[in-house]
């Protein structure tokens, strides 16, 4: 299988799809690995480590014409979508239930689609999507701390406070790999935490290991109001199966939020589970709304490139190797959990998360093969 590996585009986006080390293995076993010019330098490897490891470095205009498998980290450009064609595979972050437009380009070029975010699990984990999430999640807090303070626009508060003085209070809005990691940090600082889900099996298990240190919360509308008010910092941290994420934080808790108080919704890229929030970027990444601070950037991994692409290719090569060694087709039908990755093939919607999210039809993916 020939398996192509662009650079990716999307602003301050550093992360790499493959690393020298997997696209050695691959090569060792037969397949060709093509990747674009300097596509890994923002993680550390340079061109040469890849010409080592028995890949061809291209420019961009061999990447996607010709490739059987494009692995990438984020959602393809208009421009990336006009170079895929029916029979390739995408497999990459894709987050379609927010993105109409991309989900009706990725139907009209028939190309078959691999959603990171999909992959699931027969006990519900998302195995590709998880370590993105820990460092998503850990870094939510680490730059909403950082944004309280008045040198960048915040009340001018440290959440941990000092002897004779109130800590500051942190409000996680949802308990799974996300708001855990989010947990983890706003609890070592020294914050009052608040942790809201719907599941108190999880809740039960948040109190657990953090020996009941902080606010497990069941999440309805006025637990999640009560806690937003009183609350410095608040972290959306939901995620659905393929859907768009619910509005759990309406604009109205926002407005009565006080000045100079943050919001960082790390589901922006699902749409966001906060009214208020619309995607930023690592170069533009806040703005105020109701003077409450608002961070909204759709690769908050992406800061962190060395450790995200380390952390996400541990989760992406499996898969890599299975559709390299079996075709796409006999991979996806061997492993349930890829089935549950596939989001588009051959100009069919087969995620019922994205369908149900955009009001589109959908088909099972078991259809298509015969």
Same mark, same amino acid.
């Given at each position: 299988?020939?398996?192509?590996?662009?650079? %990716?585009?999307?602003?301050?986006?550093?992360?790499?799809?493959?690393?020298?080390?997997?696209?050695?293995?691959?090569?060792?076993?037969?397949?060709?690995?093509?990747?674009? #010019?300097?596509?890994?330098?923002?993680?550390?490897?340079?061109?040469?480590?890849?010409?080592?490891?028995?890949?061809?470095?291209?420019?961009?205009?061999?990447?996607?014409?010709?490739?059987?498998?494009?692995?990438?980290?984020?959602?393809?450009?208009?421009?990336?979508?006009?170079?895929?064609?029916?029979?390739?595979?995408?497999?990459? /972050?894709?987050?379609?239930?927010?993105?109409?437009?991309?989900?009706?380009?990725?139907?009209?070029? %028939?190309?078959?689609?691999?959603?990171?975010?999909?992959?699931?699990?027969?006990?519900?984990?998302?195995?590709?999507?998880?370590?993105?999430?820990?460092?998503?999640?850990?870094?939510?807090?680490?730059?909403?701390?950082?944004?309280?303070?008045?040198?960048?626009?915040?009340?001018?508060?440290?959440?941990?406070?000092?002897?004779?003085?109130?800590?500051?209070?942190?409000?996680?809005?949802?308990?799974?790999?996300?708001?855990?990691?989010?947990?983890?940090?706003?609890?070592?600082?020294?914050?009052?935490?608040?942790?809201?889900?719907?599941?108190?099996?999880?809740?039960? /298990?948040?109190?657990?290991?953090?020996?009941?240190?902080?606010?497990?919360?069941?999440?309805?509308?006025?637990?999640?109001?009560?806690?937003?008010?009183?609350?410095?910092?608040?972290?959306?941290?939901? /995620?659905?199966?393929?859907?768009?994420?619910?509005?759990?934080?309406? %604009?109205?808790?926002?407005?009565?939020?006080?000045?100079?108080?943050?919001?960082?919704?790390?589901?922006?890229?699902?749409?966001?589970?906060?009214?208020?929030?619309?995607?930023?970027?690592?170069?533009?990444?806040?703005?105020?709304?109701?003077?409450?601070?608002?961070?909204?950037? #759709?690769?908050?991994?992406?800061?962190?490139?060395?450790? #995200?692409?380390?952390?996400?290719?541990?989760?992406?090569?499996?898969?890599?190797?299975?559709?390299?060694?079996?075709?796409?087709?006999?991979?996806?039908?061997?492993?349930?959990?890829?089935?549950?990755?596939?989001?588009?093939?051959?100009?069919?919607?087969?995620?019922?998360?994205?369908?149900?999210?955009?009001?589109?039809?959908?088909? #099972?993916?078991?259809?298509?093969?015969?």
């Amino acid at each position: 299988m020939r398996i192509g590996v662009p650079k %990716e585009v999307k602003d301050q986006e550093y992360r790499v799809g493959l690393t020298p080390d997997g696209a050695r293995i691959l090569v060792e076993r037969g397949h060709a690995v093509v990747i674009e #010019s300097t596509a890994g330098e923002g993680s550390g490897f340079g061109d040469e480590a890849y010409l080592a490891a028995g890949a061809q470095v291209v420019g961009r205009e061999s990447i996607f014409g010709g490739n059987d498998l494009v692995v990438k980290v984020k959602d393809p450009t208009e421009d990336e979508v006009a170079l895929l064609g029916r029979d390739q595979v995408l497999y990459t /972050y894709l987050h379609l239930a927010a993105a109409p437009e991309l989900t009706a380009k990725l139907l009209d070029c %028939e190309v078959r689609t691999i959603a990171y975010e999909t992959i699931q699990n027969e006990d519900g984990s998302f195995p590709v999507l998880a370590p993105m999430s820990e460092v998503a999640g850990r870094l939510a807090t680490q730059i909403g701390v950082t944004l309280l303070q008045k040198n960048r626009g915040g009340k001018g508060l440290l959440v941990g406070g000092v002897p004779g003085v109130m800590r500051g209070r942190v409000t996680v809005v949802g308990g799974g790999i996300v708001g855990i990691n989010a947990l983890r940090v706003a609890h070592a600082l020294g914050a009052e935490v608040d942790v809201l889900d719907i599941d108190l099996r999880r809740l039960a /298990y948040i109190y657990d290991i953090f020996h009941g240190e902080l606010n497990t919360l069941f999440s309805n509308p006025f637990n999640i109001e009560r806690s937003v008010l009183e609350s410095d910092l608040v972290i959306g941290a939901v /995620y659905t199966h393929g859907r768009r994420a619910p509005t759990l934080v309406t %604009e109205q808790m926002v407005k009565k939020m006080e000045t100079g108080s943050v919001v960082v919704d790390v589901a922006v890229d699902q749409g966001g589970c906060v009214e208020t929030i619309r995607p930023t970027t690592h170069s533009d990444p806040v703005y105020k709304l109701h003077d409450v601070i608002h961070y909204g950037v #759709s690769n908050m991994p992406g800061a962190v490139p060395r450790t #995200s692409t380390f952390a996400l290719t541990n989760a992406t090569f499996p898969f890599i190797e299975a559709i390299a060694q079996f075709g796409v087709e006999a991979a996806i039908r061997a492993d349930p959990a890829l089935a549950k990755g596939v989001n588009t093939w051959d100009g069919h919607l087969v995620c019922e998360g994205v369908g149900e999210s955009l009001g589109l039809p959908w088909e #099972s993916i078991e259809k298509f093969f015969h």
